[in-house]
């Protein structure tokens, strides 16, 4: 079940909000805008503030949700912490955005 939940939190991490956002409401690619990076500094350099905030909320969040979902199956401490990893490896390189 661990290993599971690690590749979910791998897969959920990953998503990049600040890329389907900014491709969502019209804006250019985030990937060809100031330093190329896919996230909220650069949609507020790209779009604007109020974008960056919902951004940071969405990324914040779905590393939350992995770590919940994961303590509300009973993993230990130590797959937890595997899991919290998981998605944080996911949001550095994400799979949907070929790493």
């Known amino acids: 079940m661990s290993v599971f939940l690690i ?13 389907l956002l900014t491709r969502q409401f ?6 060809y805008v ?3 990076n896919v996230g909220a500094v650069n ?4 779009t604007n503030g109020s974008m960056a905030v919902i951004v940071i909320a969405l990324d914040v969040g779905k590393g939350c949700v992995v770590v919940l979902l ?3 199956m ?4 130590a797959g ?7 998605a944080v490896v996911g949001h550095v390189f ?3 955005l070929k790493f």
Do not use: C, M, Q
């Open 43 to 46: 949609v507020f350099r790209a």
């Open 74 to 77: 009973g993993l230990s401490d």
């Open 34 to 36: 100031g330093g190329g």
């Open 26 to 31: 019209g804006a250019t690619d985030l990937r």
């Open 70 to 72: 994961a303590k509300s």
């Open 94 to 96: 994400p799979v949907w």
């Open 7 to 19: 590749i979910v939190g791998y897969l959920v991490g990953g998503t990049p909000f600040a890329f």
């Open 80 to 86: 937890v912490a595997g899991v919290a990893t998981a």
